[in-house]
């Protein structure tokens, strides 16, 4: 099979042939369809993650090892099955790729996108940038009836956590705001998702006017520029009553910091993205400001399947552009990516 592989840490994909995995036990094989493109494979093909203050953690010191197939948001159909596996070939599916080690208290508990030995498909393990990938097991396959193939992959990463960041948000009234900052895949999987999870007046920040003018199309109360030197005022001017509530799908030094600064007393922040860096917090303004700062990483296998029934119930697809190329593009398209010129999500095609 062909598989297009991290062989240099920050140097182009390579392809790499090696033989068809063989499933055994409760294994899945997988023939992937379509893979989703994510920034953070940026990251990981870098092999560093900016923790700010001059620290990095690199993807070699949590186990990954060179060649690696990267590629998290995977729909196929199950090709081969293993001994202790019921799924039938040829059953459609798109797969969940958050795994845990599958033995400590949070993979026993539900909790196992928290597991302190993760090993996910694309980011620990081999994963959708290639023909095949090999999933442990059936349970992470998940049935995207009629939805769109290349709208189900992105339900792994990009629509689930945006997903599962709006699910930690604080109850909320018709008369709050709620901030979006970040008008890419993520940004826009969440302004199609909100409505259906609150009534709160959803307010999009961004530094680039194209797509802010795509998230006023796609359903944006209103819209705001980031790059004024008063860019917390000019956020809070936007939210009549205060800003309830803020999701950070950038997450810079900048974007949080500007996100704390302008959130209302009794607000909430959750930091989605991983551009990285550090900010300098004034602990003693949380509990003065009653005001909740959290992370939100992916989602669990519990909050994808209610996001492929809510996308199928509701019977429309998002307001993110998809578009598929082939896999042996995959390079070029991280470079656009990289260069911030991806509107909405891309997926590589295998076989083309």
Same mark, same amino acid.
């Given at each position: 099979?062909?598989?297009?592989?991290?062989?240099?840490?920050?140097?182009?994909?390579?392809?790499?042939?090696?033989?068809?995995?063989?499933?055994?036990?409760?294994?899945?094989?997988?023939?992937?369809?379509?893979?989703?493109?994510?920034?953070?494979?940026?990251?990981?093909?870098?092999?560093?993650?900016?923790?700010?203050?001059?620290?990095?953690?690199?993807?070699?010191?949590?186990?990954?090892?060179?060649?690696?197939?990267?590629?998290?948001?995977?729909?196929?159909?199950?090709?081969?099955?293993?001994?202790?596996?019921?799924?039938?070939?040829?059953?459609?599916?798109?797969?969940?790729?958050?795994?845990?080690?599958?033995?400590?208290?949070?993979?026993?508990?539900?909790?196992?996108?928290?597991?302190?030995?993760?090993?996910?498909?694309?980011?620990?393990?081999?994963?959708?940038?290639?023909?095949?990938?090999?999933?442990?097991?059936?349970?992470?396959?998940?049935?995207?009836?009629?939805?769109?193939?290349?709208?189900?992959?992105?339900?792994?990463?990009?629509?689930?956590?945006?997903?599962?960041?709006?699910?930690?948000?604080?109850?909320?009234?018709?008369?709050?705001?709620?901030?979006?900052?970040?008008?890419?895949?993520?940004?826009?999987?969440?302004?199609?998702?909100?409505?259906? &999870?609150? #009534?709160?007046?959803?307010?999009?920040?961004?530094?680039?006017? /194209?797509? *802010? $003018?795509?998230?006023?199309? %796609? +359903?944006?109360?209103?819209?705001?520029?980031?790059?004024?030197?008063?860019?917390?005022?000019?956020?809070?001017?936007?939210?009549?009553?205060?800003?309830?509530?803020?999701?950070?799908?950038?997450?810079?030094?900048?974007?949080?910091?500007?996100?704390?600064?302008?959130?209302?007393?009794?607000?909430?922040?959750?930091?989605?993205?991983?551009?990285?860096?550090?900010?300098?917090?004034?602990?003693?303004?949380?509990?003065?400001?009653?005001?909740?700062?959290?992370?939100?990483?992916?989602?669990?296998?519990?909050?994808?399947?209610?996001?492929?029934?809510?996308?199928?119930?509701?019977?429309?697809?998002?307001?993110?552009? &998809?578009? #598929?190329?082939?896999?042996?593009?995959?390079?070029?398209?991280? /470079?656009? *990516? $990289?260069?911030?010129?991806? %509107? +909405?999500?891309?997926?590589?095609?295998?076989?083309?």
């Amino acid at each position: 099979m062909k598989s297009y592989d991290i062989v240099e840490w920050g140097k182009p994909l390579q392809e790499v042939l090696r033989d068809r995995p063989k499933p055994v036990g409760t294994e899945v094989l997988v023939k992937v369809q379509a893979c989703g493109i994510c920034h953070s494979d940026l990251h990981i093909r870098d092999g560093l993650l900016d923790l700010g203050n001059g620290k990095h953690i690199s993807f070699e010191s949590v186990g990954v090892k060179l060649p690696f197939t990267m590629g998290h948001e995977i729909v196929g159909v199950v090709a081969e099955a293993g001994s202790e596996a019921s799924v039938k070939a040829g059953t459609p599916c798109v797969v969940y790729p958050w795994h845990g080690c599958g033995t400590c208290l949070n993979c026993t508990n539900g909790r196992e996108v928290d597991c302190e030995s993760g090993r996910a498909l694309g980011t620990r393990k081999p994963g959708g940038y290639s023909d095949y990938v090999v999933v442990p097991h059936e349970q992470y396959l998940l049935d995207y009836g009629n939805l769109d193939p290349l709208l189900a992959a992105t339900c792994a990463c990009s629509g689930l956590t945006s997903f599962s960041a709006l699910k930690k948000l604080p109850p909320m009234l018709e008369a709050d705001t709620l901030v979006l900052i970040g008008a890419g895949g993520l940004g826009l999987a969440a302004l199609g998702l909100a409505p259906q &999870l609150t #009534s709160a007046r959803l307010v999009v920040a961004d530094i680039d006017d /194209e797509k *802010l $003018a795509r998230a006023s199309a %796609a +359903g944006a109360h209103e819209v705001v520029n980031l790059r004024s030197e008063n860019a917390a005022r000019d956020l809070r001017k936007a939210a009549p009553n205060g800003i309830r509530a803020i999701v950070d799908f950038v997450g810079s030094a900048q974007t949080t910091g500007v996100a704390l600064e302008s959130v209302a007393r009794g607000g909430t922040v959750v930091v989605v993205g991983l551009f990285g860096g550090a900010i300098s917090l004034s602990t003693a303004l949380l509990p003065m400001r009653n005001v909740t700062l959290r992370g939100s990483y992916v989602g669990s296998v519990e909050e994808m399947r209610a996001l492929l029934d809510l996308l199928q119930e509701k019977g429309k697809g998002s307001p993110v552009n &998809l578009k #598929s190329l082939p896999m042996s593009a995959v390079n070029e398209a991280l /470079e656009e *990516l $990289a260069q911030g010129r991806v %509107a +909405g999500r891309l997926l590589a095609i295998p076989g083309q």
